[in-house]
């Protein structure tokens, strides 16, 4: 309100305005201010990439993908309903793509959003353990209510890293909506559990309240690298 005092203060001299306008203002100002640094700090807690938006996916390049579906997904209804997202497609079809964009749609709408790898949520984990702060990592990726997990099944993984990875699903299910892309079918997901029984437990919950997306076409960075080659 300091901020904004001096010019509002100059305003109401010159429009002759009332008390209860001029207060007004202000409080707008505060609002204002406030809903910016919220927005700042989602941003930066979701670590997304600032041009991946619904407005620049290149719908045209893969027809298949329901376009229809996908600006409904960006009304951020699922995360209301907490329902998941699991989209699965080949490299460069716009899984990544998105799953940001949803991201970002999601932030616009005042929910928190954290955007990891399997790879990296995991390294956090295993590295709160060794720094005792286990529980308080396993919330955060428990409690936000959007979570978005890149590359799933990527790459197999190690024991207590798919106990992580069931806590996380276990945690969420039922109480959070996440987006987890994925260059493998779903019923291929369990190979990268070491412990087989522990994955189907996980999957079940995964697939339970999702909604599965098959992404189908050629690379689109394929296709920018073959236009640069032309050129």
Request: proline residues 2%; aromatic residues 6%; hydrophobic residues 35%.
């Amino acid at each position: 309100m300091l901020t904004s005092l001096e010019s509002r203060n100059q305003q109401a001299l010159t429009g002759q305005m009332a008390y209860c306008e001029f207060l007004s203002l202000l409080a707008q100002d505060e609002l204002l201010v406030r809903a910016n640094r919220s927005y700042e700090r989602r941003c930066k807690l979701a670590n997304l990439n600032g041009h991946k938006t619904i407005e620049n996916f290149d719908f045209t390049f893969n027809p298949k993908v329901n376009q229809r579906l996908i600006h409904d997904l960006a009304t951020c209804h699922f995360i209301r309903e907490k329902q998941s997202l699991l989209l699965i497609g080949p490299c460069g079809t716009g899984k990544t793509h998105l799953a940001e964009a949803l991201g970002f749609c999601a932030l616009k709408q005042e929910f928190d959003v954290i955007c990891t790898t399997q790879s990296q949520l995991t390294a956090q984990l295993q590295a709160a353990r060794a720094t005792h702060t286990y529980g308080k990592k396993l919330k955060q990726f428990a409690t936000v209510p959007l979570l978005i997990i890149d590359d799933f099944g990527l790459k197999p993984l190690k024991t207590t890293e798919d106990e992580d990875i069931h806590e996380v699903i276990s945690r969420r299910y039922e109480n959070g909506s996440m987006i987890i892309t994925s260059n493998l079918a779903v019923s291929e997901w369990q190979q990268a559990f070491p412990n087989q029984l522990l994955g189907a437990a996980t999957l079940d919950r995964l697939q339970h309240r999702s909604e599965v997306i098959v992404l189908d076409g050629s690379s689109y960075r394929s296709r920018q690298t073959l236009q640069k080659k032309e050129m």
